[in-house]
């Protein structure tokens, strides 16, 4: 019971660093300063989500700025709620971290690089979608501000949640999972699997639970009509022919940059599978759709978390699983005592 309080209690402290953190990485990044249509505190989470509604039918890029944007929401503009959010989902993000940190194979700077990529990627995709989908949302430097933010955050978190967590006073596991080489096909297969699937769910998360909502249709395309699915697909292509080639390469990027976290883990598929779920959920912009929005409407930023928390669990599952299948698990066994 001791070591588990430890551990809750490190936790807390890598939330807190975290929040933190964030704070720190505005300032330097001047994000808050040069990009005053999109808060601080949930940039890094509104930019992918904005672009899974649009994708699935809604304005074109040189499309009118909707009105909704036009001035943040009250709550957007309460510091102290802003902040009460921030480090809840500072602290959902940490109780991830923990938990790779827990499964972890590896030690020391190697899983500082893993968790580094892992944050960056956040950040990184951000400053990617924000180019075609939040024009008139956004200032025309968020991109590289996000990516210098994102730089911020992911070279201070990282080694200090491994430090907090005690990943620096470990090497490689005992009894670590058995690993085999993967062949030049077999990583073009996997490669081939995730972007197939990166970009089907995609859409699908897209339309059947973001596009549903008719305010997030308002917002997006300035009226509520609705197409089907397929009316939405064939439009999109339509209007827009480079939109599935850039979500493939967003895919293979995505994959790239979260991969080192991924093959971190240990045990078989399904458990791999299961944290990277985690990993991804946690990870991918939905947690920090609890923080009051100044771009979206509360309505919007809501079908937004709940569209990435179902993407994010569902495609994290696929990618672990098919990252790792075929490797033997390792024995099971706590890791509390080394963490604590």
Known sequence: MQK??????????????????????????????????????????????????????????????????????????????????????????????????????WGGWKMVGALFLLVLNLWLQAGLESVPYLRGHVSPQFSRLALVMGLVIASLFAPFAVWVLGGFGRGAKAGASERTRWSASRWAGALALTTLAFVALYYLCGYYIAWQNPVLRQFYSGTTEIRSFWGQMAWTWSGT????????????????????AVRMLRGGAARVAFGTALMYAAWDGSVGLIIPSPIFPASVAHSHMVELAVWGLVFGAFVGWVMVSGRAAAPAQSQVPEAA
Not at 51 to 78: K, L
Request: proline fraction near 9%; glycine fraction near 6%.
């Open 241 to 260: 022919r480079w939109m599935l080639p850039f979500q493939a390469c967003r895919a293979l990027l995505f994959v790239a940059m979260t991969l080192p």
């Open 4 to 105: 588990w309080l430890t551990l809750g209690l490190k936790t807390l402290v890598v939330a807190s660093g975290l929040t933190i953190i964030f704070s720190v990485a505005a300032v330097v990044s001047g994000i808050g300063r040069r990009a005053p249509a999109a808060a601080t505190t949930s940039i890094a989470s509104t930019a992918p989500t904005a672009a899974t509604g649009q994708a699935a039918g809604g304005r074109s890029p040189a499309g009118p700025r909707p009105p909704a944007a036009s001035q943040p929401p009250a709550s957007a503009r309460q510091p102290a709620k802003v902040l009460l959010f921030l480090f809840i989902a500072s602290l959902i993000q940490a109780l991830v971290v923990a938990y790779l940190v827990l499964e972890s194979e």
